[in-house]
Every structure is written in structure tokens, then in C-alpha cells.
């Protein structure tokens, strides 16, 4: 165990709270410079902006994350998804920063989205909505931001897609993002990387219930996007997690029942979790954010974006897990070599965990310990109040 | 490039034969002591047997094969699955030896499966077929061995599901095979195994053209049996294989085309392997094969196999590959650690390979120079005369 490592305690009751940022007469316009009006975010915010407003934090969820990143809702008994990292005491230190976590364009907790009613139509988009790309995702954090007037962050922190996030917003403004913490993301996916998010898809668009997107208000493909849920938690957990978890046990006796019924535990949790994921998430949500993931390709233009990194006031933190393979350790290497080859400051560490891609979940004192003292060390230098 | 290697030719044209083995007054009794009768089992010979039925050699095919393993049959294009290391000349060289391959039971290639008419009602099995073993397998293929008056074996090929038929023959009838080659196999899943299994039969079962399995004379669950196979294709293939078949390009231009079509290459590989694996292949079959592998364990009960590992005749060759992550080197490992803890004779050999688990069905010089000589070797010490 590292040392240091103190669990914190929780940020309490949280709201989630909705703005429209855009509107049909002034609309978002998006990379493809198609137009998008009305835009509502969902954010959640934790712990008090400063006075000079230089201690904010933003994160950045993954996949199939949301705004409520920690904290508990009213008669909730579950917290955020990041509870782990984000309150008072813990690495993102909440009586030190003011952190803000918003759902992403195109998400179905509260964002505009797929599921969200065209207003041309009075119906919702579908796969009318418009396709979009990273660095939407971040123009319209930076509108959140803009409408809070915040003019800078002194850390932005994400994982997986998160981290694809604060890796695309700090290319595109150099000087805006002090502590730029990137957990085990990628600057552009790998031929397999796409492949497993292919077979989702194919899962989701195949189904007869998805009805080409039109499947509101009913859930639509249902089939579909437990297979795609089901298929993923296997490239999110390690072999080695796995067996600790599951072994080959049985799930309800010693004797295997020999049968297509679920038998093995690993079965078990895998239906589970196929199951329990169509009463949150929206399947037309899960294709436009697995396809922003694909086309993602941070550096593709180099001597495009070498001006931005000469002029990089980032510093970088990236982190990945030994035993994570959906994005494994050469995905930050790859971003490592490039941010180094143009000066730009960045520590890296691989942690050991056994955990898979979900170690950036997990509490592991080592992952904990860095991205504080990352943080910390920033927020002693911009001058933010210790708690 | 390894010396030695010598391509080889072709056996020529071949014909699939089937006989019935057994009837339904005379049926097939399983592991689980159901009773299942008329079996009928398809199988294809290519190479001579010698007078004194000596230079036998089964090949058993892995998951999605069939009894074509080599040669042409009349008026096609394509040899059979395993043509690149069966023929004259070839590593399973059919001028010295008498080359067996059968399918499977529960195969859907001409040996009695689930798409069989059960006799009791005279329409298909579908799910009412049952459940079998991976020693069910071994008993059918020994069962046409009898019937073939072919005594013992010189040698059993097998990669994959194969290897594993080969290594519960072995363990069974420890004094049946001279050359035991377990090729890319395991003896026991990995809960990972297990879990990408499982995803693909939810997919199939839960498509609604499954109707419970009883979709016969139809195709059945379409969607659902390309999904597995896609799914399936991803875990075939190494990371590296997919960098330098497909890398992130496109399909059809230079440039992205924004969609959820197939628009990268890896896209539209996988759509073919899941279409033109619905023209061959029976979504039940599918089930009980995998499920096959799921509970397979060769060495559970090591006390009741010890005996017969001590009276072992078979020789064994193990090879894995360094990319294959499917089953990757631990499984053979594993194989190789209990054999030799009961002294059993084993070669063990890891073989360099960017080609991922189907790196068993590829001419790659090490790896055939390596079966080439483990048989030519069993054959020179049993007197079979060389070609």
C-alpha cells in the first residue's frame, strides 16, 4: 500500500442541475458545422467556487457515464459513479476545488440527445440527430463553463472517454486546463478497439426493435443493447479479475447443471449487468458516443495541432493499468510520445491493478495517491487556499 | 524462415461419405446416459491405409469445422479448412499416412446434430437434442474408427476444440494414440472464455427467429448467429493481426464518411464473417459446441485420472502461439504442467506467430516443420513405411 492514502468522505445530498445554453435561434454549431438548438447540459457541481474563481475542476465521464459523478441523490443509496475520487479529503478534493461534472452531448441523463425532441419535428432525433465529435463534446462543456463564468480550469480529470475529452480540449486550447489528468484513454482507438464497438453496434442497429432509431417512447432495442453491454464489461474487466471474481463456479451449487441456462457466476454477473444497464441507458446514446470514440484521432494532423503544443500551458498527468486491455498501456504511451516529442510537461505511470479498464474506478491507493499530488501540486501553484 | 519446409500438394478431389453408426434400437448411450439414436457420421479419408492399419491419423476440427479438411470436393474453388498442413507432402503427409476427419456430433455438416430429424417425433431436435460432452465426441469418432477397423491411431491432429477432443481421448484410452497434437487448445476455459461464449449464446437465443430453438426448415436467429461470429472473429485475430490487415482505414476512400455504416476496414470484414457464416453453420450447433467447451475440464478429477495418465502410450506435442489470446500460452502450459507431473512424455513449444488463435490454420514454417517431424517420428518408430 502506498502511503499516504486517505479515503475522504463524501460530497452528501446533490442536485443535478439543468441550463439551456443553446437555442434554436442561436444554436450550437457543431464541427460539421450543422446547427443544433435547443441545447440543455445536466451538470452537477461539488464544493464552493473561490473568490478569484481559480480553483475549478472539471471531469469528464466515460461511456456510459452521467453528471452525477458523486455525492448521493435525495433517497438514493448508491453514489455518483466517481464518489470514489471526488470529495472532501479525497483526491479531488472538494473543500479545496470546485468540481463540475456535466453529461455529455448526446448522452440521456439530462443532456440533449438522441432521445431529445427535435424541435423541426416535434419528435424526438433518433439517428436524426446530428453525428458529432470529441471536440463537440468539449465546445459544449466550455459553454457550461462560459455560462458559469469560469475562465479557466485548474484541472480537468477523466477516464476512458474522459480522458479522450481533456486530451482533445487541451490540443484545442492550449492555455485554458492547468492539470490535464488523463486515465487510461487513447489518443485514437485500435483496429480491435473499434471492432468490439462494431459488434455492439451491429448488436443495437440489428435488433428488430430499434426500428432505424424510431423506437420512442418504447426501449427499443433491448436485445441489442444488453449483448453490447454485455460484450463490453468483458473487455472492461482483466482475465485475472475474472477469475478472482468468477473462477469457474457455478452459481448456484457446486455441480454444473449442464444446460443453456445461466450456470457459471461469470454468467450471472454478465446478464446482470446486460440487464440492470437498459433501465439507464438510451441505445441511440450508446451508438453516436461509441462512433465519437472511433473517429477520434487526437493527433492525426500533427503540424496542425504542433503550434497549439508549442504553446501548451498544460501540464499532464496519464495514467494507465498494467491489467487494463481496452485501452492498454501503449494507447498512453502513444500520448506520452507525442506530448513529449513537442516539450510538453507530462508525467506518466502505469499502476499496478489487477482490475482491468474498471481500475479507474477503484480506490487503488497508487492511482489515488498520483492524481492527487498532481492536483494538489497545481492548485499550490495557481495559489488555491489548502483546505 | 525455419528449413525444411516443403509446401506440399493437394489430395485432389474428395467426397464426403457418412454412415450410420448407430440406430435407434441400437443408440448411441452419453455421459449423461441419454440415448440418442440414428447417429449418423460424416467423415472424409484422404492417403491410403497401409495393410497393416498403421498409419491412421484423425484430425478433429475446432469449433465451426466440418469433415472437409482437405482437397477439393467436385467443382469447388475452395480446398477444405485444413488443407494447408493435410496432403502429399504436407506436415500430415497423405502419401504415408491414412487421414481421417469426421464432423462432429451436434455438427451441422452431415453428422447427426440438432437440425437432425428426432425419429421420436419426427421433426427436428433443436434444444431437445442432448447435451453432450467433450467425451460424447471422442466415443462418436472412436465409435467410426470401429467401424472402419482402424485399431488405434498413429496420430491425432487437432487445434483448439480439436486439440481438446485429442487431449480427453488421450486421457480416456490412454493406450489408443501414438502422437498426440494438441494445437492451440486448453483443458479447461478461463472465465473470460467462458464469458465470450456465453455473450455469443445470448445473442443467438435471445433473437426472436430462435423461437426457442425450433426455427427449422428457416435460417433462425440470423442477427443473433452473425453477431457471435463477429464477436467470435475479434477474439480469432490478435491485436497486432488487425494493425496490418486493417490499421484505422476506410473502406471505400481516404477520408471518413461520418455514419454509422461500415466505413473502417475492420468494419466491414466483420459484417462478412457474419454473413457468410449464416450459409454454413447452425445457430444449435453452435450452442451445444460452445457449451461443449464451456464445461469441458480435463483435469478436475485428477485422482481418477492418474491411473490412466500413468498407463499413457501417447506422446504429446502442445504447441500455442505467442499472439493467440484466445487461448493463449497459460492454457497450454497448463496442459504441459500435468502431464509432465505424471510423467508423461510431452513436447512443448510456443510458437512465433502475429496471427492470433488462427494462426493454427496458417502454413507458418516453425509450426508445421514441428508437426511434420513429432509424426514422422511416431510413424518411423511404428514401421510405417515412408512415402
Not at 448508491?78 to 472538494?94: F, Y
Not at 504542433?306 to 501503449?330: E, I, Q
Request: charged share 20%.
Amino acid at each position: 500500500m502506498a502511503t499516504g492514502h486517505q479515503p475522504g468522505g463524501s460530497v452528501g445530498t446533490v442536485v443535478t442541475q439543468r441550463v439551456v445554453l443553446f437555442t434554436e435561434d442561436d444554436p450550437f454549431v457543431l464541427e460539421s458545422g450543422a446547427h443544433l438548438g435547443p441545447v440543455e447540459v445536466a451538470y452537477e457541481t461539488y464544493g464552493a467556487l473561490n473568490d478569484d474563481r481559480s480553483n475549478a475542476v472539471i471531469i469528464c465521464h466515460a461511456l456510459t457515464g452521467d453528471a452525477h459523478a458523486a455525492g448521493l441523490h435525495d433517497g438514493a443509496r448508491r453514489p455518483g459513479w466517481w464518489d470514489s475520487i471526488i470529495g472532501p479529503g479525497k483526491p479531488v478534493d472538494t473543500e479545496r476545488y470546485h468540481v463540475i461534472c456535466t453529461n455529455l452531448l448526446g448522452g440521456c441523463q439530462g443532456t440533449t440527445g438522441p432521445a431529445s425532441v427535435d424541435p423541426a419535428t416535434g419528435e424526438p432525433y433518433g439517428l436524426r440527430f446530428p453525428l458529432f465529435t470529441m471536440r463537440d463534446l468539449v465546445e459544449v462543456q466550455r459553454a457550461l463553463l462560459a455560462h458559469l463564468e469560469i475562465p479557466r480550469l485548474l484541472a480537468a480529470v477523466g477516464g476512458s472517454l474522459g480522458g479522450m475529452q481533456i486530451l482533445q480540449w487541451a490540443l484545442d486550447h492550449p492555455q485554458e486546463i492547468d492539470a490535464a489528468t488523463i486515465v487510461c484513454a487513447s489518443s485514437r482507438l485500435t483496429p480491435q478497439n473499434i471492432a468490439f464497438s462494431a459488434v455492439a453496434r451491429e448488436a443495437i442497429m440489428r435488433d428488430p426493435g430499434f426500428a432505424g432509431g424510431d423506437y420512442y417512447p418504447g426501449r427499443g432495442p433491448e436485445v441489442g443493447l444488453s449483448i453490447a453491454r454485455m460484450m463490453a464489461h468483458i473487455t472492461y474487466l482483466s482475465e485475472e479479475s475474472m477469475r478472482t471474481k468468477f473462477g469457474r463456479r457455478f452459481q448456484d451449487s457446486d455441480e454444473p447443471r449442464f444446460g443453456f441456462d445461466v450456470d457459471f457466476e461469470v454468467e450471472s454477473y454478465l446478464n446482470h449487468q446486460g440487464a440492470v444497464f437498459l433501465d439507464r441507458f438510451d441505445a441511440n446514446s450508446y451508438l453516436y458516443l461509441t462512433r465519437v470514440m472511433d473517429y477520434f484521432d487526437a493527433f492525426a494532423d500533427i503540424e496542425e495541432i504542433a503550434p497549439r503544443l508549442a504553446d501548451m500551458v498544460s501540464r499532464f498527468l496519464v495514467l494507465s493499468f498494467d491489467s487494463d486491455w481496452r485501452f492498454d498501456t501503449t494507447h498512453s504511451r502513444e500520448i506520452v510520445r507525442v506530448l513529449n516529442a513537442h516539450r510538453v510537461e507530462v508525467s506518466f505511470r502505469e499502476i499496478a491493478s489487477p482490475h482491468g479498464h474498471d481500475s479507474f474506478l477503484l480506490p487503488l491507493p497508487e492511482y489515488h495517491d498520483t492524481v492527487r499530488g498532481f492536483l494538489a501540486r497545481a492548485a499550490d501553484e495557481a495559489g488555491v487556499a489548502e483546505a
